[in-house]
């Protein structure tokens, strides 16, 4: 498969590669990167004898997906000296995309033998030595799978994955597809996705990277080979050890830095609102630090109205267009504001993008502006970060049984624990916390293992260096998650006289629905059981304990029964979803109350159980603390007590979610029949009600932000989400507007579109598409609301001789989501289907972008058990749950997707929207109505083509932007 950084244009890739290759500079070299520093220069490592091996198939499942084509490479002493190269009749259909990546057709494997006809070949080519390629387990696991099939034993032969040794030896690089690492190290790479040729390109690889093992350092290689699971790998590693041995080996010298805590003061001073708006004018701060500034009087509004709720410490919901500049209009401010009172202020943004932008780019800018004295951070979670003291734990085996497979994701962890200065897994892009999280869930900084400055890592900790920043930082940058955990912890960090901005600020209701749901799954329980399973271990090392070993095997049996009890549970509520609902394929969510699980069994069995479980962790504790020498058992006892916290969060949430008892609360039971996995979902309804309680309680100012707040000009559906009084006369309403000018876009629907539930809806999406490819040379983004859909308009457009190969990109089928967008941003008249995450937050200017088709208006899914108790709660309160809710929440969406359209002021470009309710139905004006400038009524395909024809034809320079400030009607 493609990776990002092969997509990427020429002079990029060849950025990062020279800033990745500056970082692995020789020991001695200026700005050398750590892993080069820190030892002795050793002699390469002498590359073995292999097979570099590369297959190419028609798909990943290599139990129904078959070899289209193998190549194979013979080095021997580090030189290609043979090649075997052959097209596999696989005996399927290869699909379109395979032909697409790979440009094999099914008429290039029709006439070719079979894979049992060559299997003898293959195997002889091999012979017994080590096969090596770029994810060499894929490749070994197809072939194997094909052996299986014709009878014959798998391949026995030891494997060298050129895909992990980029990752553990090219950290810096960051990138590890073939073709990046290739580029990296010159190493020739003609035709990717070729058998031969990737099988010749991961060879060459090898011998450039195996040498490179012993540049190391030791303790790393020592602590790779004690981690590192069997493989061919791990002898390499131990032969570079030469006469040491593999050893944990984990620094602690790092030195928690305090700053100076910054905290509210009783009174505030303000801040002059003139100063403010000259940083924004012409000649202005801002345009002396930043060539390209333009003032725009929209960002001057802005700053000065979030100046004036600091100074007032009031509320302000300001809805900034796209283009404003909204993040400089309220960091400037805010910067200066802290800085005049000592104090902080806490900015919350929902994505990470936007962290990262207001990190690494804004801060820094405004800080040329405010001076040296400006200090700035990012807080996340505790879960963000790796705790020191689990990780050792981890790697001396003490935190439990690892698979190979885990093994080997590991190792570039422990290079990047030695490097990192932040320990924030995000950095880390080797390693993903969500496919590995049991192994992030032993690693990870929770609060509930940490023995705060008991811990013997407290001085090197990253969590309480994110934290002790934060307490020094006058801006603080934390997301909508870490909001959601502070307002429920009983050690909030934010503080009541603290000032918040809440960037992104649409999604406030939404995130708190997300990060205050209670769940509990297969993965879950799994998690919990490992635990006290890893602690049951390590009670069967002492035997000469015998009160302690006694209640080790109590609670053995105990974790016996829980884990029955676990399995019986689930599969009870398995068969209760299906006794609710029979026609269920693959994906469910079925709704439940109080009552519907009373004549069930198994979840009153699982509860007592668990509460058995946590009675013998407790006598476990009490045998522990009651020993003559209970220093001895110390660490123990940490494990017993991290035990009962997770046990007793687990009762408590069972018990949450199996009562279902109240009535402001929603419950469901989540499911793929198909992959056989099953979740109990709680989470409370009112967000708002929950947000205004913290809004009551805090002194400082509250600023609320995004493009798309309003609704028909009026804020009241985001007050009343967001837990804000609609007659408070401390909330200010403005909307600043966007500087692009509204006739920078046509936009408009087509009259006689068919009904978006009509069975020629599909085929009307597919023509316009196909008339608009056809008639523009332009790229087209078409936003869909469920994936049904997009896979029906997918395979038609497939079909149509006028859209050629390479052309079409689909959310879910080409690629992942960044994949497929760097592939549009190349602006070669593709077509990009794509569903919820393109909506918003993609940011694709200029010509790569000047058509956007809305299929269908983006109203809720109406079949979540969420959506639907939202809209009967609002039925409640409003009388009706449509307008209230259904329509409001749609516009917003509506809103984001349009805004796709129009990124700066050279921007041109056409919004369709496809769904004719816009024009026929009376809540069509509140989407309408939603979006600057003329919105067209279209008789037909045709005619819509030729006026968006005739306005791309006119000469874009009779368009002028008018910025301009424009109060609300709740203003
Ligand atoms: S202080 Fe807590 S989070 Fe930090 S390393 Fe120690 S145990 Fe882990």
Request: glycine share 6%; net charge neutral.
């Amino acid at each position: 498969m493609p990776r990002l950084f092969d997509l990427l244009p020429d002079d990029t890739r060849k950025e990062l590669i020279a800033e990745a290759r500056s970082n692995l500079r020789p020991k001695g070299a200026k700005g050398s990167h750590p892993q080069t520093q820190k030892h002795r220069k050793e002699n390469p490592l002498p590359v073995p004898d292999f097979v570099a091996l590369d297959i190419e198939t028609t798909g990943l499942d290599f139990k129904n997906d078959r070899i289209i084509e193998i190549g194979c490479v013979k080095f021997i002493d580090s030189k290609p000296t043979q090649e075997y190269t052959t097209f596999v009749n696989a005996g399927i259909a290869i699909p379109a995309y395979i032909t697409d990546l790979t440009g094999i057709s099914d008429s290039d494997i029709k006439t070719a033998p079979s894979f049992p006809e060559i299997a003898d070949q293959l195997l002889e080519f091999i012979g017994n030595l080590p096969l090596c390629g770029h994810q060499i387990e894929f490749d070994a696991t197809f072939i194997s799978e094909e052996l299986k099939r014709i009878s014959r034993p798998p391949l026995s032969v030891q494997l060298l994955d050129t895909a992990l040794l980029s990752r553990i030896l090219l950290q810096p690089l960051g990138r590890f597809s073939l073709k990046a690492v290739s580029e990296f190290l010159n190493v020739k790479l003609e035709n990717a996705h070729r058998a031969l040729h990737d099988a010749r390109a991961s060879g060459e690889v090898a011998v450039s990277l195996v040498p490179r093992i012993t540049s190391l350092p030791l303790n790393i290689r020592q602590t790779m080979a004690a981690c590192a699971p069997g493989s061919f790998f791990k002898g390499l590693l131990i032969k570079s050890l030469g006469s040491c041995k593999p050893l944990v080996k984990i620094e602690n010298n790092r030195l928690l830095i305090s700053l100076p805590k910054i905290s509210s003061p009783e009174t505030f001073t303000s801040i002059e609102r003139e100063k403010i708006g000259q940083i924004f004018s012409n000649d202005g701060a801002l345009q002396k630090v930043f060539d390209s500034f333009t003032p725009r009087p929209s960002q001057k509004d802005m700053a000065l109205q979030v100046t004036d709720s600091l100074n007032t410490q009031s509320f302000l919901i300001a809805e900034a267009g796209t283009g404003t500049g909204k993040s400089l209009a309220y960091l400037i401010p805010s910067a200066i504001w802290a800085l005049a009172n000592k104090c902080r202020v806490i900015v919350c943004t929902r994505t990470r993008n936007l962290q990262d932008q207001l990190f690494k780019k804004d801060l820094p800018l405004i800080k040329e502006i405010t001076g040296e004295k400006l200090k700035y951070s990012v807080l996340k979670g505790r879960n963000n970060y790796i705790c020191l003291n689990r990780w050792k734990r981890l790697l001396t085996g003490e935190a439990g049984n690892l698979s190979p497979r885990e093994r080997f994701a590991i190792l570039p962890l422990i290079l990047w624990v030695e490097n990192t200065e932040s320990g924030d897994i995000e950095e880390q892009n080797q390693f993903n916390p969500k496919w590995f999280n049991k192994i992030w869930n032993l690693i990870s900084a929770e609060s509930h293992e940490c023995s705060g400055r008991h811990c013997e890592y407290f001085q090197s900790c990253f969590f309480q260096q994110a934290r002790q920043k934060a307490m020094g930082s006058h801006i603080v940058v934390i997301n909508h998650a870490l909001f959601f955990s502070d307002i429920c912890s009983e050690n909030s960090f934010l503080g009541k006289n603290g000032s918040i901005i809440f960037d992104e600020a649409h999604h406030l209701e939404s995130c708190g629905h997300r990060h205050l749901r209670v769940e509990l799954d297969t993965n879950r329980l799994g998690l919990f059981t490992d635990m006290v399973n890893n602690l049951v271990l390590k009670i069967g090392d002492l035997k000469n304990e015998k009160v302690i070993y006694e209640n080790g095997k109590e609670l053995r049996t105990q974790l016996k029964h829980f884990r029955k009890r676990s399995q019986g549970l689930l599969t009870e509520l398995e068969g209760w979803v299906y006794s609710q609902q029979q026609n269920i394929i693959r994906d469910y969510q079925v709704s439940y109350a109080e009552d519907a699980f009373e004549r069930l069994l198994e979840p009153f069995v699982f509860e007592t159980t668990l509460n058995e479980l946590i009675d013998k962790l407790y006598s476990l504790k009490q045998a522990l603390v009651s020993h003559p020498d209970p220093q001895l058992f110390e660490e123990l006892e940490s494990d017993v007590q991290a035990c009962s916290e997770r046990a007793s969060q687990l009762k408590a949430d069972f018990s949450y979610l199996i009562s279902a008892r109240t009535e402001d609360h929603v419950f469901w039971v989540e499911g793929n029949k198909e992959k056989g996995w099953i979740k109990l979902c709680g989470v409370p309804l009112d967000i708002g009600g929950m947000l205004s309680e913290v809004w009551n309680s805090c002194n400082g100012a509250l600023i609320f932000t995004s493009a798309t707040l309003s609704i028909s000009k009026s804020v009241a559906y985001f007050k009343s989400s967001a837990g804000l009084s609609p007659h408070d006369q401390r909330t200010a309403v403005g909307l600043f507007k966007s500087p692009f000018d509204p006739n920078q876009a046509i936009m408009g629907a087509i009259k006689n579109s068919p009904e978006p539930d009509s069975p020629q809806f599909c085929d009307f999406i597919v023509n316009t598409i196909v008339s608009l490819h056809t008639e523009f040379q332009k790229n087209i983004l078409v936003l869909f609301t469920a994936n049904s859909m997009l896979n029906s308009v997918y395979e038609q457009l497939r079909a149509q001789k006028q859209i050629e190969s390479g052309k079409l990109l689909a959310q879910g089928i080409s690629g992942t989501r960044q994949n497929i967008l760097e592939q549009f941003k190349q602006n070669q008249r593709r077509i990009l289907l794509g569903t919820d995450s393109f909506w918003e937050g993609i940011d694709v200017p200029g010509e790569a972008c000047e058509i956007v088709i809305i299929a269908r208006l983006p109203f809720p899914v109406p079949t979540h058990p969420l959506t639907q108790a939202i809209a009967r709660r609002m039925e409640k309160i409003n009388g009706e749950s449509f307008f209230s809710y259904s329509v409001p929440e749609a516009v917003i969406k509506f809103r984001q997707g349009a805004g796709r359209l129009i990124r700066t002021v050279n921007d041109r470009g056409a919004l369709i929207v496809l769904d004719n309710r816009i024009l026929t139905k009376g809540y069509g004006k509140q989407f309408i109505r939603s979006l600057d400038g003329e919105f067209r009524s279209f008789d037909d395909i045709t005619q819509m083509i030729s006026q968006v024809k005739s306005f791309f034809d006119t000469d874009p320079s009779d368009f002028h932007s008018e910025p301009s400030y424009v109060p609300l009607e709740d203003a």
